[in-house]
């Protein structure tokens, strides 16, 4: 199979989708994420026979082992994101199924020519083809006024963030002479100003993306608003994209001068933790929490960033894939319960484990991951993140994360609390579909399996991450 591959299938898929949205009548229309979820599975599989190859410095497209990972990863979390949305019972997902598939499905094809683009040009495009079908689905129903707004405010941050992308990208391009990030290294080896500027231009466009502190102002209303199993995705397959971008230009692109960068991740990892677990302490609805929950995170994965090393890159890969499963297992199981109660407010968890035990189960397993206790998937990510920081002499942050992982306690626990502790608002088992139930099982297994035997992904993500130095 050729370096394009999974996004030749990839764009089949979507000429699919699209036909089946031309031809069907509407109550057959629902067909359509049957077609994307076995689609995406039949690529995720074939991900998995696939081999990296090496890059030569010429490329502008590669298949390596950083790209071969994220792929894999990306396909796996929409594959669960697409269960996920199958449960859907809103008349506009109904009615509008093939366009609400064919978005997501265009969004990640630009995911995964991001993770391959080892050219500025290609990089830029593929931002945008991941990031505009993203404005779309956030409004999904346009009926509903906050989706709206929640939309119109991302797709303003997203375009200011796109902006600062390409004017830093075009300083880059002006100093280097070149978009080949091999010629950037190059170039960087005596940096100018004017390369240090578009750098630092860059790296603020990427922290839109990631949705890092100062730049995180449309994840909170964008989370609230849309609908729960594409927020459940959206948490975190454009940010494992992002990653993997940042990754390309700050430890490929710069070369030995990538020490420079240290401080300022360093900073922004350090006011993106803080900012993100403080922020969470007040909040009441469930999807405000775990999108404040998220920033933090990101803050965490910044940690392992700032390391530059091989080994603080492979426990940010580490951390994405715990990450995926922790946090699309706990969203998803606020959609079941959203879909039994009407609400996605703590209260809405009341009794939880009294009415759907094993539902409970699965989200205190989620919660436990995200909060890094023993022995679930998050416990290792955290640990090795802060391991690698450590190494690198970044005592400070470590002891900051270690500190702000205490705080993070608090506010999953009042996740936690009414589950086991309050009484129902009301008798009778929950309700959850098959395929949601199937999402949450695949999160929930990807979680503890991850947590109790961590060794082969470890030594993945080091073979991965070695290559970069």
């Not at 929950?293 to 390391?307: E, N, T």
Request: net charge positive.
């Amino acid at each position: 199979m050729s370096a394009l591959g999974l996004e030749l299938g990839l764009s089949t898929l979507m000429l699919g989708v699209f036909v089946v949205g031309v031809v069907a009548r509407d109550d057959a229309r629902r067909i359509a994420g049957m077609i994307s979820a076995i689609g995406v599975l039949a690529l995720a599989v074939g991900s998995f026979l696939l081999e990296p190859a090496p890059a030569a410095p010429g490329d502008a497209f590669v298949l390596d082992g950083l790209a071969l990972f994220a792929k894999q990863l990306l396909l796996v979390a929409t594959f669960i994101g697409i269960l996920g949305s199958l449960s859907l019972t809103d008349p506009a997902f109904r009615r509008r199924a093939p366009e609400y598939y064919l978005l997501l499905l265009a969004s990640l094809l630009g995911m995964l020519v991001l993770v391959s683009a080892r050219e500025l040009i290609l990089l830029f495009v593929a931002f945008e083809l991941m990031s505009i079908p993203l404005y779309v689905l956030s409004g999904f129903l346009k009926r509903e006024s906050v989706a709206v707004e929640a939309a119109l405010k991302f797709f303003l941050v997203g375009t200011v963030s796109s902006a600062i992308l390409a004017y830093g990208l075009s300083f880059v391009y002006g100093a280097a002479g070149t978009t080949a990030l091999a010629g950037v290294a190059r170039a960087l080896g005596a940096p100018g100003p004017l390369l240090l500027v578009g750098m630092f231009l860059v790296l603020a466009g990427f922290g839109f993306k990631i949705a890092a502190f100062p730049f995180h102002m449309w994840v909170p209303d964008t989370y609230e608003a849309a609908s729960t199993p594409f927020v459940a995705w959206l948490s975190v397959a454009p940010k494992a994209a992002g990653f993997v971008a940042i990754f390309r230009v700050y430890l490929e692109g710069v070369g030995d001068r990538v020490a420079l960068w240290i401080p300022i991740v360093a900073g922004l990892a350090a006011i993106t933790m803080t900012a993100g677990n403080l922020m969470a302490l007040p909040q009441r609805n469930s999807k405000r929490l775990l999108a404040y929950s998220g920033i933090a995170h990101i803050g965490y994965m910044l940690v392992g960033l700032a390391a530059v090393s091989a080994s603080g890159t492979a426990m940010v890969l580490f951390y994405l894939v715990a990450y995926v499963f922790g946090n699309m297992g706990a969203f998803l199981i606020v959609e079941a319960v959203a879909q039994a109660e009407g609400s996605v407010h703590l209260d809405a968890l009341r009794g939880l484990a009294e009415r759907a035990p094993l539902l409970a189960l699965a989200m205190l397993l989620s919660l436990l991951s995200l909060g890094g206790i023993p022995f679930v998937a998050g416990f290792w990510a955290k640990l090795y993140v802060f391991w690698a920081a450590a190494q690198a002499g970044l005592y400070g942050l470590v002891l900051l994360g270690a500190i702000l992982t205490v705080v993070a306690l608090f506010y999953y626990l009042m996740l936690a609390r009414p589950m086991y502790i309050d009484a129902p608002r009301r008798s009778g088992p929950i309700p959850v579909s098959p395929p949601l139930a199937l999402a949450i099982l695949i999160c929930t297994l990807g979680v503890v399996g991850v947590g109790v035997y961590p060794k082969p992904l470890v030594e993945l993500t080091l073979r991965v991450a070695n290559a970069l130095f």
